[in-house]
């Protein structure tokens, strides 16, 4: 039928078949639309699932929020149409929620965007905390129909959320590496710069400490003589440093020790599986959990121990922090190590330059000596080289004098630094009193005193009572032999602090001791050619005198015989 038909007049309602045939036509648009937005809405339904990405819709007037399965997933809550405001915010980390409704209030403003974009915690009901990354566009309601005094035309925001723990995690340890990396770079060259030893070891370990995130951290250093740690610096662990603790007993089961029996790092947990013999370490600095690191150099040398403390139990190190320490322990023993060498190198220096010193004063000494001028002001050169020698605050030299008791008396010669008093005092020593040099009268061999407030032979003694007034706390005597093997005097040294001297200022005391025998020998000698010349010249004065009264009283007889000899040759006796 022809479009024309349509336009002649029909007694019947007229029957539009090209209409009827386009609704039919949109309701098939119809439907295959809403099939495909749903099919649309099941996609993207499918893809928010996948990509653990949910959604919310909040209500502003009623101050409540809708969320999907994905988005109760993401916040850990249980299924419920909807949950109000204070429910939510309950649910924001404490650090975050300021920052929340700031945003939050910034995007309901209808003079704003009305964007919400925020970072935020949420602190789950099982005490995990996410890191959610939260999208919403506020819709407006621009007639003002909805208008409220606290929400202003604001009706709802629309948005979506992802969890970002992951990537929060991940940049949080790039940052931390950067900042511990950027650390052991400032260290090194800090270490390499820093001259100040406390200064240098407590860099060591605030780095430690830092990186670990510790309560608490302490360097001890192998000692050479001992063999056991010694405690060099501590952090965070006041009640030990206050009581002195320094655990550096071999019996002990604390890491660090530990750490140093085996080699390698050590950790101790909690008292049943890491116990302490008393428990007083953990009892004072409230400390539970601890590891220790080993310093080793690069040639196996264990140097020290480097330790971590934490409050918490069963505290350990991540693979992240294992490695970082193991840098830093690295570092810190090569250091230690370069310190040592360049520590024992200076002191090698210093004891040539001291030797050469030494050395040189011998020679002038000896050369003084074979001149032989002034005897008095060579005993207290001699005196004055033995407290150079020893670094010691006084000196003094003593001769033996025989005619004074059996074993004869120490007199007083020379001495440096003792008080007018104390020479008085100590003027003259005999073998029964109690001094280093009485006793080295007594036994003929050097007395040495480290301490004299704790020698056993000066124990209670009027002269260890004078000498701790003096000011004298360690002593020691050598005696000086002639090289026929006759004790001729001591030379003894004095300090005002506990003090024992090495063996290469004994073996140069002991060069200087020859000395001073050969130059006492020498003047005994002198003293004696010199007495016996005078014993001389006194007997040939008497001889002379003697011969002189002779030649007079002989001469004196024979006067009488001459003149009676005289008388007979004269003439009229003939």
């Known amino acids: 039928m022809s479009d024309s038909l349509h336009d002649v007049a029909s007694p019947y309602p007229r029957v539009d078949h090209e209409a009827m045939r386009s609704g039919a036509d949109a309701d098939a648009s119809v439907v295959t639309a809403l099939g495909v937005v749903r099919e649309s809405e099941k996609q993207l339904r499918l893809a928010l699932e996948v990509a653990e990405i949910g ?65 935020i915690r949420v602190v789950r009901s ?16 621009r007639t003002g129909a909805w208008r409220t005094p606290s929400t202003g035309r604001a009706i709802q925001i629309s948005g979506v959320a992802t969890d970002i723990t992951d990537h929060k995690q991940r940049a949080s340890r790039l940052a931390g590496d950067l900042r511990d990396m950027q650390l052991l770079r400032d260290l090194s060259a800090r270490l390499v710069s820093e001259y100040d030893t406390e200064a240098f070891f407590d860099a060591i370990v605030g780095a430690t400490v830092s990186i670990t995130r510790a309560t608490g951290g302490c360097l001890h250093l192998v000692d050479d003589e001992t063999n056991g740690l010694k405690l060099q ?39 049943p599986a890491c116990p302490d013999r008393d428990g007083s370490p953990r009892e004072m600095t409230g400390m539970w959990s601890t590891q220790s690191t080993p310093l080793v150099t690069r040639a196996g040398r264990t140097v020290g121990m480097l330790s971590t403390n934490w409050s918490e139990p069963n505290r350990k190190l991540s693979e992240r922090e294992k490695r970082f320490i193991d840098l830093l322990t690295r570092q810190a023993a090569e250091m230690i190590e370069r310190r040592r060498s360049k520590k024992a190198l200076r002191e090698s220096e210093q004891r040539s330059r ?25 005993y207290e050169t001699l005196v004055d080289a033995a407290r150079s020698i020893m ?27 003792f ?23 007594r036994t003929g061999e050097r007395v040495i005193v480290d301490d004299i407030a704790q020698c056993d032979f000066m124990a209670g003694t ?30 003894s040294t004095h300090w005002a602090s506990p003090h024992r001297p090495p063996e290469r200022d004994l073996r140069l005391l002991d060069i200087l001791a020859r000395q001073a025998a050969d130059l006492i020998e020498r003047t005994q000698a002198e003293e004696a050619l010199r007495r016996s010349e005078s014993q001389l010249k006194e007997a040939d004065r008497l001889k002379d005198e003697f011969l002189a009264t002779l030649a007079h009283e002989l001469r004196n007889p024979l006067a009488p015989l001459r003149t009676s000899l005289e008388l007979i040759r004269l003439p009229d006796n003939t």
Request: net charge negative; hydrophobic share 35%; glycine share 8%.
């Open 233 to 271: 610096t501590c952090h965070g662990l006041h009640a030990v440093t206050d009581r002195g603790c320094v655990w550096n007993d071999c019996a002990s089961s604390t890491s660090c020790l530990r750490g140093s029996a085996i080699g390698a790092p050590a950790v101790g947990i909690d008292p």
């Open 126 to 141: 099982d005490g995990s905390v996410r890191w959610l990354s939260v999208t919403g566009q506020t819709t407006f309601d």
């Open 354 to 378: 001291r030797e050469l010193v030494d050395t040189q004063l011998l020679q002038r000494l000896s050369a003084q000596l074979l001149e032989g001028r002034g005897t008095t002001s060579l």
């Open 462 to 491: 009027v002269d260890q009572a004078r000498l701790l007034d003096a000011g004298i706390r360690a002593s020691q005597t050598t005696p000086l032999v002639s090289r026929e093997g006759t004790i001729l005097g001591m030379i």
């Open 55 to 119: 959604t919310f819709v909040c209500w502003i007037p009623e101050r409540r929020f809708e969320f999907d399965r994905q988005m109760l997933s993401l916040l850990g809550l249980p299924l419920r149409p909807t949950f109000s405001h204070d429910e939510v915010a309950r649910l924001i980390h404490p650090d975050d929620r300021t920052s929340f409704d700031l945003a939050f209030e910034s995007a309901i403003d209808d003079e704003g965007l009305g964007m919400l974009r925020e970072e």
């Open 419 to 441: 008080g007018e008093q104390a020479r008085r005092q100590w003027e003259w020593v005999g073998a029964n009193d109690n001094t280093s040099c009485a006793q080295a009268l």
């Open 391 to 417: 670094h010691s605050a006084f000196a003094s030299m003593q001769i033996v004098c025989r005619d004074h008791g059996q074993q004869g008396e120490l007199q007083l010669i020379a001495s440096r630094g």
